[in-house]
């Protein structure tokens, strides 16, 4: 049923403001040994990639734009060439890695879009040429290089081992990702965007490996962790605590959801993960500090806050609100809706953190009023405004305003002249973030208008 929702309903009249214990179990209990995976089914379907492959071919907005910044990209010429390492670290070899599965995810979309071949063989060669070479991850980011990678690397996967046949590399980056990715990802312990980016990976991997115990985890962990994360006001007078790790599903029950699947030729990632030397995550801050300092001592939390907006910037929060809202479009094109225990507190979230972005004074309630904007914008928003409001019904006036202001203003890496002046520092969209804007790059294309009324 279609909702129209009026501005209350961002604070809960229509949906609960929460996934309950409940509605959690519910969820959860649709992924059993049985469940049947859809492929392509992450973040597009075909259905849906022959729909948009239909509106630029009438040349209507914003596709018709989108699809020309796609092929202009430099990711998406046929002189680029993969730069794989074995032991991925901080610096050149982190943005390589990311970069080359940015590559991977705009070769797989012109494939699929253009029905050119070069593309689909040029994205088999950039993920083969990891999945041949990468054998570790060490340094600061030791288990975040592997959670910002594998989302986008498994999109790739996803669209080109349901649509090209000719690509044989499929077994190979499955067993990648059960031998190094899924054993550092497991039972990751990760505060704000970074955890929020394990959750993407591990559902993302589960799609495409057809690995229930994955997809299973990083949906238990998504549904635990976003009450805790995106505030609002019916949650009381503070947060609340953010204790996702404590209702971990443990190695046995992912063991019965046939962990590792047919992709482990050998042990599986669970199995592995028991002799993983930890490199460190965030579990004695999570386990130790109180709501108050996890939030930075906001002095008042407001809704659509998160920990990170006054804690720490948007720029960083925004990459929380892309993983977050990748793993629900995963979900439902898996049939597993997500969104509807998170609608409103992802709207608040959408509103507030627009209505900031574009410039309107910031409450001094909270944080003092400063609230930093981090690096810039990262031009995210479409996936979930798309469900949200044209699915959904919500009215997001503000999120509608920043999209159109400024998202398709965007290029991948660069504000796209004419910009509508005067340019708010709240935006300082000089470029987008290298972590999130994989994904993000290409919203509207694959999801801005996507669900039109």
Same mark, same amino acid.
């Given at each position: 049923?279609?909702?129209?929702?009026?501005?209350?309903?961002?604070?809960?009249?229509?949906?609960?403001?929460?996934?309950?214990?409940?509605?959690?179990?519910?969820?959860?209990?649709?992924?059993?040994?049985?469940?049947?995976?859809?492929?392509?089914?992450?973040?597009?379907?075909?259905?849906?990639?022959?729909?948009?492959?239909?509106?630029?071919?009438?040349?209507?907005?914003?596709?018709?734009?989108?699809?020309?910044?796609?092929?202009?990209?430099?990711?998406?010429?046929?002189?680029?060439?993969?730069?794989?390492?074995?032991?991925?670290?901080?610096?050149?070899?982190?943005?390589?890695?990311?970069?080359?599965?940015?590559?991977?995810?705009?070769?797989?979309? !012109?494939?699929?879009?253009?029905?050119?071949?070069?593309?689909?063989?040029?994205?088999?060669?950039?993920?083969?040429?990891?999945?041949?070479?990468?054998?570790?991850?060490?340094?600061?980011?030791?288990?975040?290089?592997?959670?910002?990678?594998?989302? &986008?690397?498994?999109?790739?996967?996803?669209?080109?081992?349901?649509?090209?046949?000719?690509?044989?590399?499929?077994?190979?980056?499955?067993?990648?990702?059960?031998? *190094?990715? *899924? &054993?550092?990802?497991?039972?990751?312990?990760?505060?704000?965007?970074?955890?929020?980016?394990?959750?993407?990976?591990?559902?993302?991997?589960?799609?495409?490996?057809?690995?229930?115990?994955?997809?299973?985890?990083?949906?238990?962990?998504?549904?635990?962790?976003?009450?805790?994360?995106?505030?609002?006001?019916?949650?009381?007078?503070?947060?609340?605590?953010?204790?996702?790790?404590?209702?971990?599903?443990?190695?046995?029950?992912?063991?019965?959801?046939?962990?590792?699947?047919?992709?482990?030729?050998?042990?599986?990632?669970?199995?592995?993960?028991?002799?993983?030397?930890?490199?460190?995550?965030?579990?004695?801050?999570?386990?130790?500090?109180?709501?108050?300092?996890? #939030?930075?001592?906001?002095?008042?939390?407001?809704?659509?806050?998160? &920990?990170?907006?006054?804690?720490?910037?948007?720029?960083?929060?925004?990459?929380?609100?892309?993983?977050?809202?990748?793993?629900?479009?995963?979900?439902?094109?898996?049939?597993?809706? !997500?969104?509807? @225990?998170?609608?409103?507190?992802?709207?608040?979230?959408?509103?507030?953190?627009?209505?900031?972005?574009?410039?309107?004074? @910031?409450?001094?309630?909270?944080?003092?009023?400063?609230?930093?904007?981090?690096?810039?914008?990262?031009?995210?928003?479409?996936?979930?405004?798309?469900?949200?409001?044209?699915?959904?019904?919500?009215?997001?006036?503000?999120?509608?305003?920043?999209?159109?202001?400024?998202?398709?203003?965007?290029?991948?890496?660069?504000?796209?002249?004419?910009?509508?002046?005067?340019?708010?520092?709240?935006?300082?969209?000089?470029?987008?973030?290298?972590?999130?804007?994989?994904?993000?790059? #290409?919203?509207?294309?694959?999801?801005?208008?996507?669900?039109?009324?």
């Amino acid at each position: 049923m279609r909702l129209r929702a009026a501005g209350l309903c961002l604070l809960g009249v229509i949906y609960s403001v929460s996934a309950s214990a409940g509605d959690s179990s519910r969820i959860l209990a649709q992924i059993t040994p049985t469940l049947h995976f859809h492929h392509p089914g992450g973040l597009s379907t075909l259905a849906e990639l022959e729909r948009v492959r239909a509106h630029i071919a009438a040349g209507e907005e914003p596709w018709a734009s989108s699809f020309r910044k796609l092929q202009a990209s430099p990711y998406a010429q046929r002189t680029y060439m993969a730069r794989p390492v074995a032991l991925v670290s901080k610096g050149m070899s982190e943005a390589n890695e990311i970069r080359d599965a940015v590559a991977a995810y705009t070769q797989a979309l !012109l494939w699929v879009l253009t029905g050119e071949e070069w593309h689909a063989e040029k994205a088999g060669q950039l993920i083969d040429a990891w999945s041949g070479t990468l054998t570790g991850f060490e340094g600061l980011n030791w288990y975040l290089d592997p959670a910002w990678t594998a989302a &986008p690397l498994a999109e790739a996967a996803e669209i080109l081992h349901a649509t090209y046949p000719k690509w044989q590399g499929a077994p190979r980056l499955a067993q990648l990702f059960n031998d *190094l990715f *899924l &054993p550092i990802l497991h039972n990751r312990m990760a505060f704000g965007n970074r955890e929020f980016a394990v959750c993407n990976a591990l559902v993302a991997i589960g799609v495409f490996n057809e690995d229930r115990a994955a997809f299973y985890e990083g949906i238990n962990h998504w549904l635990s962790y976003v009450p805790s994360y995106f505030y609002v006001k019916e949650d009381g007078p503070t947060a609340r605590p953010a204790s996702y790790w404590l209702t971990s599903p443990a190695d046995e029950f992912l063991a019965r959801l046939d962990a590792g699947g047919s992709a482990a030729q050998g042990p599986t990632w669970i199995e592995l993960a028991r002799t993983w030397k930890s490199q460190g995550d965030d579990h004695t801050a999570l386990a130790r500090d109180s709501v108050d300092e996890l #939030w930075k001592h906001p002095g008042a939390y407001l809704p659509g806050y998160t &920990p990170e907006t006054g804690g720490r910037d948007l720029g960083h929060t925004e990459n929380a609100f892309v993983s977050a809202v990748n793993v629900a479009e995963i979900a439902w094109h898996q049939g597993i809706d !997500l969104y509807s @225990v998170a609608a409103v507190r992802l709207a608040a979230f959408m509103e507030t953190t627009a209505a900031i972005r574009l410039g309107e004074p @910031v409450s001094p309630s909270a944080y003092g009023g400063k609230v930093d904007p981090g690096n810039g914008l990262t031009a995210t928003y479409e996936v979930a405004y798309n469900h949200l409001h044209n699915i959904s019904g919500f009215e997001l006036p503000k999120t509608r305003e920043l999209i159109e202001r400024v998202v398709r203003q965007m290029g991948p890496v660069r504000v796209e002249r004419p910009f509508p002046p005067p340019l708010p520092d709240s935006l300082r969209a000089v470029r987008l973030w290298e972590q999130a804007g994989w994904i993000a790059n #290409w919203e509207t294309l694959t999801h801005g208008e996507l669900d039109r009324p």
